[in-house]
């Protein structure tokens, strides 16, 4: 059998055993098949590992199975409930950003603000941030995404920044701050920041950088300074980075939603320098290390996994 005819079949059983799970919950008899099928071998196991990812992306099992139920089950019919439900997913939170935010960018595009005192911030593709400035202090908060601040001295009023529960403080710093996959990360360019976080402070100073990976520790790091915020330049820099942080950053220059469907290669580490200015290429270079697959589901969704 052709490899890829194999693999779609082993993708069809799969959905079938979930459906079946989702369908009878309190059955032990499709968990015990469920359990077997996936014992066959560590291809199946692979297989049975992306197709529990995708039907927690979609959030929609139950109403697919009465759908199939009629019509013979496929990967392409699963995978377009998949893009339907992603769209539905990522259109809800966008609907508030033009409510909560004072500036907001589309995808791939950057937008330039000048602040007073000279001060200007650089907002990334497919980001919002809101601002209130007031007699004590002027606060920004990223509600999305990514921004490159150069805030200029000012000894009267402090510049605050929020984001996710971090709160970062300075009189005069230019620094990157961003987003992508639930991992903030911070690197200064020039001067010093403050960094407030649930469970520590830090001060960081040019060339330093943090990063706050979901339910992990932060991890205090080294930049070069040229590097930082390189994608004002077209130029999408990683240090030794996660994966499933690198693909969401490019993503701001890509129509739709991109997932990754496997845990394993979203946990995967990459460094190396991706063009922006091709981004569906710089995609391609981003999973040819892991041999990761992508398919374009829709325009509007693509899927990176384990082959």
Same mark, same amino acid.
């Given at each position: 059998?052709?490899?890829?005819?194999?693999?779609?079949?082993?993708?069809?059983?799969?959905?079938?055993?979930?459906?079946?799970?989702?369908?009878?919950?309190?059955?032990?008899?499709?968990?015990?098949?469920?359990?077997?099928?996936?014992?066959?071998?560590?291809?199946?196991?692979?297989?049975?590992?992306?197709?529990?990812?995708?039907?927690?992306?979609?959030?929609?099992?139950?109403?697919?199975?009465?759908?199939?139920?009629?019509?013979?089950?496929?990967?392409?019919?699963?995978?377009?409930?998949?893009?339907?439900? $992603?769209?539905?997913?990522?259109?809800? %939170? =966008?609907?508030? /950003? *033009?409510?909560?935010?004072?500036?907001? !960018?589309?995808?791939?595009?950057?937008?330039?603000?000048?602040?007073?005192?000279?001060?200007?911030?650089?907002?990334?593709?497919?980001?919002?941030?809101?601002?209130?400035?007031?007699?004590?202090?002027?606060?920004?908060?990223?509600?999305?995404?990514?921004?490159?601040?150069?805030?200029?001295?000012?000894?009267?009023?402090?510049?605050?920044?929020?984001?996710?529960?971090?709160?970062?403080?300075?009189?005069?710093?230019?620094?990157?701050?961003?987003?992508?996959?639930?991992?903030?990360?911070?690197?200064?360019?020039?001067?010093?920041?403050?960094?407030?976080?649930?469970?520590?402070?830090?001060?960081?100073? $040019?060339?330093?950088?943090?990063?706050? %990976? =979901?339910?992990? /520790? *932060?991890?205090?790091?080294?930049?070069? !300074?040229?590097?930082?915020?390189?994608?004002?330049?077209?130029?999408?820099?990683?240090?030794?980075?996660?994966?499933?942080?690198?693909?969401?950053?490019?993503?701001?220059?890509?129509?739709?939603?991109?997932?990754?469907?496997?845990?394993?290669?979203?946990?995967?580490?990459?460094?190396?320098?991706?063009?922006?200015?091709?981004?569906?290429?710089?995609?391609?270079?981003?999973?040819?290390?892991?041999?990761?697959?992508?398919?374009?589901?829709?325009?509007?969704?693509?899927?990176?996994?384990?082959?």
């Amino acid at each position: 059998m052709d490899k890829k005819v194999h693999h779609e079949k082993l993708f069809e059983e799969a959905f079938e055993l979930i459906i079946r799970l989702h369908s009878e919950p309190e059955n032990p008899a499709g968990r015990q098949q469920a359990a077997r099928w996936c014992a066959r071998g560590p291809e199946y196991q692979a297989v049975w590992d992306e197709a529990m990812q995708l039907h927690k992306l979609s959030g929609q099992l139950k109403s697919s199975a009465r759908v199939h139920r009629a019509h013979r089950f496929s990967r392409r019919h699963f995978l377009t409930g998949i893009a339907a439900a $992603a769209a539905a997913v990522a259109v809800a %939170p =966008e609907l508030l /950003l *033009p409510l909560q935010s004072d500036y907001q !960018t589309r995808t791939g595009q950057l937008r330039s603000l000048q602040l007073s005192g000279g001060s200007q911030i650089v907002l990334g593709p497919d980001s919002a941030i809101s601002e209130q400035f007031d007699g004590e202090e002027k606060q920004v908060n990223l509600l999305k995404g990514m921004a490159f601040f150069n805030i200029k001295a000012d000894q009267q009023q402090p510049f605050v920044i929020h984001q996710a529960g971090l709160h970062m403080t300075t009189l005069a710093a230019a620094f990157e701050l961003s987003n992508d996959a639930d991992i903030c990360q911070i690197a200064v360019q020039q001067g010093s920041l403050h960094v407030s976080s649930p469970q520590a402070a830090y001060t960081l100073i $040019a060339g330093q950088s943090l990063t706050f %990976p =979901e339910n992990e /520790l *932060p991890v205090l790091g080294h930049r070069e !300074t040229s590097q930082i915020a390189a994608w004002r330049d077209n130029s999408l820099i990683a240090d030794n980075e996660y994966v499933s942080a690198v693909v969401a950053r490019l993503a701001r220059w890509l129509p739709g939603s991109v997932m990754i469907t496997s845990r394993h290669l979203q946990k995967q580490r990459i460094s190396g320098a991706f063009n922006l200015a091709h981004p569906r290429q710089a995609l391609s270079a981003v999973a040819a290390p892991f041999q990761a697959e992508i398919r374009h589901i829709t325009p509007w969704l693509t899927l990176l996994s384990d082959k």
